[in-house]
């Protein structure tokens, strides 16, 4: 498996981790009303969840095992596939910290637009760099 | 990967780019307000990347994938997973702009079923090809 899918994969399995975590501390009613921001980690929860766990993993494994681009590049742009994980991560961390601060201080959107960012060009840039990966034989 | 397979997967790659596009500027919104007009985007970033990204990417690469038949058609019936691919796509564009434009209970009803035909179609088509190693089966 090349290292960027083990990357993709590994970390994928953090955020799976993660958000069951994040998922029953939300289910704690004590929780809920010891910490004020906690109403704005549902949306987190869920985007640790279908962002960090299940569309990593997709990235990973087609990365892996999607038909090769040709013979010489079999994978495409490795730098390409290096800044769509640090985009998707670094946009989900910046969204764990954007979500609860603009509800506590709504004064304080930076990382919330940060986030926004960097996981637009995440997600873009997947969809880019796979495109011509999907292909007949 | 064969031709539908390439169709499923690009449709799904064109929702995710699209989900991810809407997500950005709910995003945007949640820390500078554009517009309360924005939130009516919210169903269609769920369908777009629930249906649209997933079940197009799980159609497609099951599609390609799966134990193939004995004998042709190797893959089964292509007009079966042909009308799977228009059944599940008319369904996700109908519920998403019925929710964005019209809010029309009718519609996005007309989509959901579409969707559901497009399961069960799929069901139908990959029931078969789930079988042991060693052990073909003809349809």
């Given at each position: 498996m090349?290292?960027?899918?083990?990357?993709?994969?590994?970390?994928?399995?953090?955020?799976?981790?993660?958000?069951f975590?994040?998922?029953?501390?939300?289910?704690?009613?004590?929780?809920?009303?010891?910490?004020?921001?906690?109403?704005?980690?549902?949306?987190v929860?869920?985007h640790?969840?279908?962002i960090?766990?299940?569309?990593?993993?997709?990235?990973?494994?087609?990365w892996?095992?999607?038909?090769?681009?040709s013979r010489?590049?079999?994978?495409g742009?490795?730098?390409?596939?290096w800044f769509?994980?640090?985009?998707?991560?670094a946009?989900?961390?910046?969204?764990?910290?954007?979500e609860?601060?603009?509800?506590?201080?709504p004064?304080?959107?930076?990382?919330?637009?940060v986030?926004?960012?960097?996981?637009?060009?995440?997600?873009?840039?997947?969809a880019a760099?796979i495109?011509?990966?999907v292909?007949?034989? | 990967?064969?031709?539908?397979?390439?169709?499923?997967?690009?449709?799904?790659?064109?929702?995710?780019?699209?989900?991810?596009?809407?997500?950005?500027?709910l995003?945007?919104h949640?820390?500078?307000?554009?517009?309360?007009?924005?939130?009516?985007?919210?169903?269609?970033?769920?369908?777009?990347?629930?249906a649209?990204?997933?079940?197009?990417?799980?159609f497609?690469?099951a599609?390609?994938?799966?134990p193939?038949?004995?004998?042709?058609?190797?893959?089964g019936?292509?007009?079966l997973?042909?009308?799977?691919?228009?059944?599940l796509?008319?369904?996700?564009?109908?519920?998403?702009?019925?929710?964005?434009?019209f809010?029309?209970?009718?519609f996005?009803?007309?989509?959901?079923?579409?969707?559901?035909?497009?399961a069960?179609?799929?069901a139908?088509?990959?029931w078969?090809?789930?079988?042991?190693?060693g052990?073909?089966?003809?349809?």
């Amino acid at each position: 498996m090349p290292t960027l899918s083990r990357w993709f994969i590994k970390t994928g399995l953090v955020y799976f981790v993660t958000s069951f975590v994040l998922g029953i501390v939300l289910k704690i009613p004590s929780a809920s009303e010891s910490w004020i921001f906690m109403p704005a980690m549902t949306p987190v929860y869920f985007h640790l969840f279908m962002i960090g766990w299940i569309t990593q993993i997709i990235v990973g494994v087609s990365w892996w095992m999607f038909p090769a681009m040709s013979r010489e590049n079999p994978r495409g742009s490795e730098r390409a596939g290096w800044f769509v994980y640090f985009c998707i991560n670094a946009g989900l961390l910046t969204r764990a910290i954007g979500e609860p601060l603009v509800y506590v201080y709504p004064d304080e959107p930076i990382p919330l637009l940060v986030s926004a960012g960097l996981l637009w060009l995440g997600g873009i840039g997947y969809a880019a760099s796979i495109w011509k990966r999907v292909k007949g034989k | 990967m064969p031709s539908l397979s390439v169709w499923f997967v690009r449709t799904a790659l064109i929702y995710f780019a699209s989900g991810f596009t809407v997500g950005a500027l709910l995003l945007i919104h949640k820390g500078v307000p554009l517009s309360p007009l924005i939130w009516r985007l919210l169903p269609a970033h769920i369908e777009w990347l629930f249906a649209g990204w997933m079940l197009n990417l799980v159609f497609g690469v099951a599609y390609w994938m799966l134990p193939r038949h004995g004998i042709e058609p190797i893959r089964g019936r292509l007009w079966l997973v042909r009308s799977v691919f228009i059944l599940l796509n008319t369904g996700i564009l109908t519920v998403s702009f019925s929710e964005i434009f019209f809010r029309e209970i009718t519609f996005i009803v007309i989509g959901r079923l579409m969707e559901a035909a497009s399961a069960i179609g799929f069901a139908i088509h990959a029931w078969p090809r789930i079988y042991p190693f060693g052990q073909y089966q003809v349809r």
